[in-house]
């Protein structure tokens, strides 16, 4: 009996933090959150907006049931609304222009009729409200004492197919509220961030007599032409320190993985097989996974850097042709029915290098690109369905998908 | 308290530091522009005789190699593939043959860019190597009917080079193609 509890209990400690299972909770045991707003300037499509975005981001961080009514209070108030008294938690915030026009924000968070959070924030442009309202979710989830989601403060680079052979490159946050074109007008594909602060960025210019890969600094607009190849250029993976990059380049029409390093300009090709190998990820200092063709359709394999032995990562789909890592886990597209042009095509698993569970993540339409926060925490990908492109939203540990549709274009690649 | 509220404008303030307005966009239609012909031929005719005329004769020949290109081009036809394959298919052999056939006949003097294509089933880079790999097989191909390899460049645009944006089977078997364009 003794036995049979400590194997329950190391088996438990062991499955207790591993992605691949499913986490199922109960809707009903989460707290209930109220939103009340306060504020005294801007006019109410404003208002309104912002409480919308608020209301999102809460939604987002899976540790509430939301209450979606828009009621207006004074901040003051010692009290919550009587609409609003038998909830658990309420969050009343203030809106207010200051004379040099920022926008400031007041709020509190009240727990049983006690204050427990208070937080001030001011920006200079009321265009970029959605960044506060991340915020915001942001620290309500550090004072929930949650796992950090530092990646909802993040930025969002994607290119868009405006025309053939036309594409832009936008800045975006992880709703694609907020958009700001940074190149525009010529055909350019697969932006990355160069660095983890996010002030720069690489992609691939297809306007050049060969494909290019440039590198933008944002903050100065200065743009600079790094490597070029016949063929093909596509930066695939920046590593940790933004010290090496993994490319994917096609001298002599043939798509092999090549590690860049940054500070000397030296190339070294990793991948040696005479069909496609593309799609490089670091997993770790010493360990790239790509994607390769080479059992006749494409599949998810490792290689340690400089050594010429290839290892099979993923047993299950007919064809994987897409995957992102964040330390012990991979994530990968696959096409699962054998019909080409079925509607239920393309979806995306989840696999631990240490364990041979297989978690899918979506269930319709056409995901791909997937690709992990900073953190871990989530994992970013584009959906495309019934010509609709969306980016979506993973919350792995709570097992929740989140859509945010574009507007215009249709997705091409992204990086968050 | 007062260093909650700080710390937290602080930090609002470096999130946003990196939003400001200080970031340019990069425009390249500017340079677009710049290199339109329309200004240079607005350019040739305020210059004196003997310029100008000389300026007619570079346009002239240039005019005309653009024709002979895009005539040459009519001649040449796109090869189209399978579904995830880049082998060239049977019935596309012809066309290659004929592509060589001109590439050694009336456009020898060009360059010839192999512009791969694929259908809009995934943007990732896999599709990119699948055109690519598509381009590459019509360049063996062109080399084995003598074409010499330095004649040909190639390049792939993914899905991003449609031909046909309906939601059918027979719009995505044209767009999974190798198009020929000659380059001077």
């Not at chain 1, 939301?66 to 609409?83: A, I, L, P, Q």
């Not at chain 2, 990196?18 to 040739?44: L, Y």
């Not at chain 2, 080399?143 to 944006?165: L, Q």
Request: net charge neutral.
């Amino acid at each position: 009996m003794r036995i049979l509890l400590i194997f329950l209990f190391v088996f438990g400690i062991s499955y207790a933090g591993d992605a691949t299972i499913e986490v199922i909770k109960k809707v009903e045991s989460l707290p209930s959150i109220a939103v009340e707003d306060s504020s005294i300037s801007y006019d109410n499509t404003f208002r309104e907006s912002f409480f919308k975005t608020l209301v999102a981001d809460l939604n987002v961080i899976s540790l509430f049931n939301v209450d979606r009514h828009h009621r207006k209070t004074h901040f003051n108030d010692t009290s919550v609304m009587v609409e609003n008294k038998d909830m658990d938690y309420v969050l009343r915030y203030k809106m207010f222009q200051d004379d040099s026009e920022a926008l400031n924000i007041e709020l509190k968070l009240i727990h049983r009729e006690n204050v427990v959070l208070t937080k001030q924030y001011k920006i200079n442009r009321k265009n970029v409200f959605m960044f506060v309202a991340h915020t915001i979710a942001y620290d309500i989830n550090e004072y929930m004492q949650a796992p950090s989601i530092e990646w909802i403060k993040r930025r969002v680079i994607f290119s868009r197919n405006v025309t053939p052979l036309k594409t832009e490159i936008v800045l975006a946050d992880y709703t694609l509220a907020y958009q700001h074109v940074l190149v525009k007008g010529g055909f350019n594909v697969f932006p990355k961030w160069a660095n983890k602060n996010q002030d720069s960025f690489y992609y691939t210019s297809l306007d050049e007599k060969k494909p290019t890969l440039k590198h933008v600094n944002i903050k100065t607009g200065k743009s600079k032409s790094i490597i070029s190849s016949d063929g093909m250029m596509v930066c695939s993976d920046v590593s940790r320190d933004s010290k090496k990059l993994l490319l994917t380049m096609a001298p002599n029409g043939q798509p092999d993985v090549y590690i860049y390093d940054v500070a000397s300009a030296q190339t070294k090709k990793l991948s040696n097989y005479g069909g496609i190998d593309v799609n490089g990820q670091f997993l770790d200092d010493e360990t790239i996974v790509f994607v390769s063709d080479r059992l006749g359709y494409p599949n998810i394999f490792s290689q340690k850097i400089g050594s010429n032995s290839v290892e099979q990562m993923v047993y299950y789909g007919k064809s994987n042709s897409a995957c992102s890592t964040h330390g012990d886990y991979i994530v990968y597209k696959s096409r699962e029915s054998s019909n080409a042009f079925s509607a239920n095509t393309f979806n995306l698993h989840l696999i631990s290098t240490k364990t041979d569970f297989i978690r899918r993540l979506t269930a319709t339409g056409i995901n791909e690109f997937p690709k992990f926060s900073i953190d871990g925490d989530a994992i970013i990908f584009i959906k495309n369905y019934k010509s609709q492109s969306s980016i979506g939203i993973i919350r792995l540990n709570h097992n929740k998908n989140y859509l945010f549709p574009l507007k215009y274009g249709k997705l091409q690649a992204m990086d968050w | 308290m007062k260093k909650i509220i700080i710390s937290s404008v602080v930090m609002a303030l470096l999130v946003f530091s990196g939003c400001a307005d200080k970031e340019p966009v990069v425009d390249q239609r500017a340079q677009e522009v710049v290199v339109a012909q329309e200004v240079d031929t607005v350019n040739s005719e305020v210059v004196s005789g003997e310029d100008s005329s000389i300026d007619e004769n570079a346009m002239s020949s240039s005019d005309s190699n653009e024709m002979n290109m895009a005539n040459l081009e009519k001649d040449l036809s796109s090869v189209y593939f399978d579904f995830d394959k880049f082998n060239i298919r049977s019935d596309m052999q012809n066309r290659v043959a004929n592509g060589a056939t001109v590439a050694k006949g009336a456009a020898s003097a060009f360059t010839i860019k192999l512009e791969g294509n694929c259908d809009e089933w995934g943007s990732d880079e896999y599709n990119f190597a699948l055109g690519l790999k598509r381009a590459s097989s019509v360049k063996k191909a062109l080399m084995s009917e003598g074409v010499s390899e330095t004649r040909i460049t190639m390049v792939s645009y993914g899905e991003s080079n449609p031909v046909c944006t309906d939601k059918t089977q027979e719009c995505w078997s044209k767009n999974r193609r190798v198009d020929f364009k000659l380059l001077p």
